[in-house]
């Protein structure tokens, strides 16, 4: 027999491996933020809140993606991260490898990173420079939460409604149209998305100093993969209706020429970096006064993540998402 | 003409390149650590220090290397650089991107990993994992370090004396060794220094809360390299004497061996993670009496690195070391 590969078990359960063994070497309570979007360090009143993120360029970006975008992305796939545990953004560190790129490529990286850390209100505070064959942008960013006002996955309870900052999609379709090479007149709103993502630190930072907010993750590896997260985390399950899904006309259009089904890129695809969280009742009506809010379904009891149809059909939908390490 | 690349600057022109771009961006209390070993966020009474290196399989790990080492090593050139200034290790973050490598192979990098952030008291708090072409390890420290005792690059006066922690050279001709395929008999101690360095950080932590030292780096880039970076932080020169360089005996077999100078490897090599450092004569008294000290020479006003070399003749050393984005 073969020896077992990791691709045999993908990345989730690589990391649930990772850290059931740490579990042998520290105690419980240095492992805080283990499997959630950020790490978590207890500094008395606070936690320091660090993420950290590698892209890599033949991965990570799109085709046609300048190398002012790559530097802008770099930087918010790890503020969305931070964002999603209610932290307020401190710092950022870059830590890249690079092929002989000319100059004037380098200048634009930097000024993507530079630019996404100012608009994030987060200096570049160190890095390190190494030699590569392609553009790896390895990303740490460092924040700060008030205990009380930390979102974690695991808080989600039944009866809680569940909802998302804003379209679901529109990232995929963007990145899908140009990876397939097709005219994207029309579609300028999914291929911005695509190319020059906006870490939703604003929302996330009203969401954590209202303490109305039950459970939050940004949208990373798409909306079903992240509903399983806050289910696991929880011990609750999802159940979410189609029509209530905010899924831009823009999404629906781009499927269609595809020729793929618009909940795909909606629902399985990632790279939106909306939030989704979970909140009793009275306060997500409460939190809908102070910022966008889509409710897109309710926790129950049962383990599921369970999909209402147009029609009004109850079926179960299997986790899957955008996920690294599968064959 | 063809446009520049920037194989033509090199790393250490890169990274002031981007620290002159962050300044248009960012106040200067914001931008603390830039250019030294960790990056410092001002949290009060403390710093938080932290700092990220990035090691790709093909460049950094020497071959034979077993994964285990490749996790070890991941661990301790970046606890390395923390305990440079002084701070203590708090947690690690480890981001990777890795081939579909055999489970097992994947179990001995992650023990390698927990096994040194257990040896160094700093346990694994959080990480990504994506696929690659080659084993890509990202890390990340984080430490704290009160403010009177931080330990800069900056610090150095004329007249301090210049000190190393130990040897210089072992964990290069480890390398050199088995990068040439030599039978390696007899050489343990540099074949171990390279395969499993061990971060100074009983020593560091001792010198920071001493408050004795006026500057210190870590040696990744080799001893002249590291001079060289405490005289431009410093705005002084450096004299170092040959005779009272620490060169083990298996340097110098080594070297002969191979065919090199014992100094290329002792003094432009690195990877032997011992801390340079300078001090008040009397404080480097104090010092060697609660650890190893090896005085290898005397900070100077004239902006140069000098050599006294074993017939009293001296000569200016041009500062070079292992650079990466090197042609």
């Given at each position: 027999m073969p020896p077992d590969r990791i691709s045999s078990l993908g990345e989730k359960k690589l990391i649930s491996r990772i850290i059931s063994r740490s579990a042998s070497f520290f105690k419980p309570s240095e492992l805080l933020?283990?499997?959630?979007?950020a790490a978590l360090l207890d500094m008395g009143e606070e936690y320091l809140a660090l993420t950290s993120d590698l892209l890599i360029e033949s991965r990570h970006f799109p085709p046609t993606m300048s190398y002012q975008d790559m530097g802008w992305k770099t930087v918010t796939v790890n503020m969305s991260d931070l964002a999603a545990m209610g932290a307020a953004l401190e710092g950022f560190i870059l830590s890249m490898a690079l092929p002989d790129l000319e100059l004037e490529s380098f200048d634009s990286l930097i000024s993507g990173v530079l630019e996404a850390c100012s608009y994030y209100g987060a200096p570049l505070i160190g890095g390190d420079t190494n030699e590569g064959d392609e553009i790896i942008m390895g990303g740490t960013a460092i924040g700060r939460v008030r205990k009380e006002f930390v979102m974690m996955k695991s808080g989600a309870r039944p009866g809680d409604l569940i909802a998302v900052t804003g379209p679901l999609g529109l990232g995929a379709a963007g990145t899908e149209l140009l990876l397939s090479g097709t005219d994207t007149a029309g579609f300028e709103a999914a291929v911005e998305k695509s190319l020059k993502p906006i870490a939703r630190v604003e929302e996330a930072s009203r969401m954590a100093k209202s303490g109305l907010v039950s459970s939050a993750t940004d949208i990373t590896d798409g909306l079903i993969s992240e509903l399983g997260e806050l289910r696991d985390a929880s011990g609750v399950g999802m159940r979410i209706h189609e029509v209530k899904?905010?899924?831009?006309p823009q999404v629906s259009e781009a499927a269609s020429l595809l020729g793929v089904d618009p909940l795909e890129l909606a629902l399985?695809?990632?790279?939106?970096?909306e939030l989704v969280f979970t909140a009793p009742p009275d306060a997500m009506d409460e939190l809908s006064r102070i910022m966008e809010v889509h409710i897109i379904g309710e926790v129950i009891e049962s383990p599921s993540i369970e999909m209402v149809d147009k029609h009004g059909d109850t079926y179960k939908l299997h986790v899957r998402g955008y996920e690294h390490l599968r064959p």
């Amino acid at each position: 027999m073969p020896p077992d590969r990791i691709s045999s078990l993908g990345e989730k359960k690589l990391i649930s491996r990772i850290i059931s063994r740490s579990a042998s070497f520290f105690k419980p309570s240095e492992l805080l933020g283990l499997g959630d979007d950020a790490a978590l360090l207890d500094m008395g009143e606070e936690y320091l809140a660090l993420t950290s993120d590698l892209l890599i360029e033949s991965r990570h970006f799109p085709p046609t993606m300048s190398y002012q975008d790559m530097g802008w992305k770099t930087v918010t796939v790890n503020m969305s991260d931070l964002a999603a545990m209610g932290a307020a953004l401190e710092g950022f560190i870059l830590s890249m490898a690079l092929p002989d790129l000319e100059l004037e490529s380098f200048d634009s990286l930097i000024s993507g990173v530079l630019e996404a850390c100012s608009y994030y209100g987060a200096p570049l505070i160190g890095g390190d420079t190494n030699e590569g064959d392609e553009i790896i942008m390895g990303g740490t960013a460092i924040g700060r939460v008030r205990k009380e006002f930390v979102m974690m996955k695991s808080g989600a309870r039944p009866g809680d409604l569940i909802a998302v900052t804003g379209p679901l999609g529109l990232g995929a379709a963007g990145t899908e149209l140009l990876l397939s090479g097709t005219d994207t007149a029309g579609f300028e709103a999914a291929v911005e998305k695509s190319l020059k993502p906006i870490a939703r630190v604003e929302e996330a930072s009203r969401m954590a100093k209202s303490g109305l907010v039950s459970s939050a993750t940004d949208i990373t590896d798409g909306l079903i993969s992240e509903l399983g997260e806050l289910r696991d985390a929880s011990g609750v399950g999802m159940r979410i209706h189609e029509v209530k899904l905010p899924v831009p006309p823009q999404v629906s259009e781009a499927a269609s020429l595809l020729g793929v089904d618009p909940l795909e890129l909606a629902l399985y695809y990632g790279e939106d970096f909306e939030l989704v969280f979970t909140a009793p009742p009275d306060a997500m009506d409460e939190l809908s006064r102070i910022m966008e809010v889509h409710i897109i379904g309710e926790v129950i009891e049962s383990p599921s993540i369970e999909m209402v149809d147009k029609h009004g059909d109850t079926y179960k939908l299997h986790v899957r998402g955008y996920e690294h390490l599968r064959p």
